[in-house]
């Protein structure tokens, strides 16, 4: 997978197409992220310590992975991720649409 947490996507496709939002956590084995702001749903809650009275809580889905692209950080427009090999071995990625590499 190559989107990780801390980055910024745009929903490519389903009802909340169009938004933006920092991936806050990654599932890599149900190929899934949750969005910041995206894919909102309503639990209701028992009441707890942390929340004396209970009630509904509004809170962000897991979301496909292949339902989000990346946000260029220089360019600011969605792009795919390629991986590139450096001269000490390692690896990073790059947006396949500037060609620069992202900050990991």
Same mark, same amino acid.
């Given at each position: 997978m190559r989107i990780?947490? *801390?980055? /910024? /996507?745009r929903v490519v496709s *389903? &009802?909340?197409s169009g938004k933006e939002g920092k991936v806050l956590k990654v599932f %890599?084995? @149900?190929n899934r992220v949750i969005v910041e702001k995206v894919n909102m749903i309503k639990r209701a809650t028992k009441a707890s310590k942390d929340m004396? !009275? *209970?009630g509904i809580v509004e809170k962000e889905a897991p979301i496909e992975a292949s339902n989000v692209m990346l946000v260029c %950080? &220089?360019?600011g427009k969605q792009t795919r991720i390629g @991986? !590139?090999?450096? =001269?000490? *071995?390692s690896r990073a990625r790059v =947006? @396949? @649409? =500037?060609g620069e590499m992202l900050n990991d």
């Open positions: 990780r947490k *801390g980055d /910024v /996507v *389903g &009802n909340d %890599p084995d @149900k004396p !009275q *209970g %950080p &220089n360019t @991986k !590139q090999l450096l =001269s000490d *071995g =947006s @396949k @649409k =500037s």
